[in-house]
């Protein structure tokens, strides 16, 4: 069974550039969770989408947002990026959305700002 | 307010050895998930085990067993027979049922096995 697949790997981008981030779930799952990590903030909620409908959204402006397709596949895009943008970003599966159910999460996207 | 608490930013084992790492955490919610994940240095997060707040027994999934607390309010991984692939940052993370859509994670542990 394949796993969470995260594309691009590496993106190197500069300020004020936009960028989109892919993620395919593990087949079957239907939730998706977005999460940025820092060294220095760690591992940071971004947002949660379950059957093409945002569930839930964490501490970050609006140039952070993101969808999902009928397909359970979903995108984040950040515009007009910043050099604090620069950070790995994951994403996570999940078969439903709830308190029992574990996360499984991809490579993750590393983000280079310039 | 949520929080997950761990307080070993770094561990050295010897390797066949049992470690432990803590964790602790703060939620008002009766029903809630803890979750241990394992951060390799090539960045993949890796969930390990998984503990339910009513469940009765500790999680166990093969090497790794959750010793669970809850007056403590503790969820500590137990790794017995420490393996050098077991190197790695290690997190505690829980999702309460109140905020099903978000997992909140702890700074980590790094674990690094010696030979």
């Known amino acids: 069974k394949a796993g969470v697949t995260q594309t691009p790997r590496y993106l190197i981008k500069t300020r004020g550039q936009q960028v989109t981030l892919s993620c395919s779930p593990i087949?079957?799952?239907?939730?998706v969770s977005w999460y940025q990590q820092t060294p220095g903030q760690g591992l940071q909620f971004l947002f949660e989408y379950f059957s093409e409908t945002q569930r839930n959204k964490g501490n970050f402006p609006g140039r952070f947002s993101g969808r999902q397709f009928s397909n359970s596949r979903s995108e984040m895009n950040v515009s007009t990026l910043e050099l604090g943008d620069s950070a790995l970003y994951l994403c996570?599966?999940?078969?439903?959305?709830?308190?029992?159910?574990?996360?499984?999460f991809g490579d993750g996207t590393r983000l280079s700002i310039l | 307010a949520q929080k997950i608490t761990q307080t070993q930013p770094g561990m050295f084992v010897q390797e066949k050895e049992a470690v432990t790492l803590d964790c602790t955490y703060d939620?008002?919610?009766?029903?809630?998930?803890l979750f241990w994940y394992k951060q390799p240095s090539s960045g993949e997060m890796i969930f390990l085990i998984y503990?339910?707040?009513?469940?009765?027994q500790n999680a166990t999934e093969g090497r790794y067993s959750l010793n669970f607390q809850k007056a403590r309010k503790s969820a500590n991984l137990v790794i017995s027979a420490s393996q050098l692939g077991d190197s790695a940052m290690y997190f505690c993370a829980m999702r309460a049922y109140s905020s099903a859509s978000k997992i909140i994670f702890g700074s980590g542990t790094r674990l690094s096995i010696r030979p």
């Open positions: 087949s079957g799952h239907r939730s």
């Open positions: 996570a599966s999940s078969f439903m959305t709830g308190s029992n159910q574990p996360q499984h």
């Open positions: 939620t008002s919610d009766p029903s809630y998930g």
């Open positions: 503990q339910g707040s009513y469940d009765q």
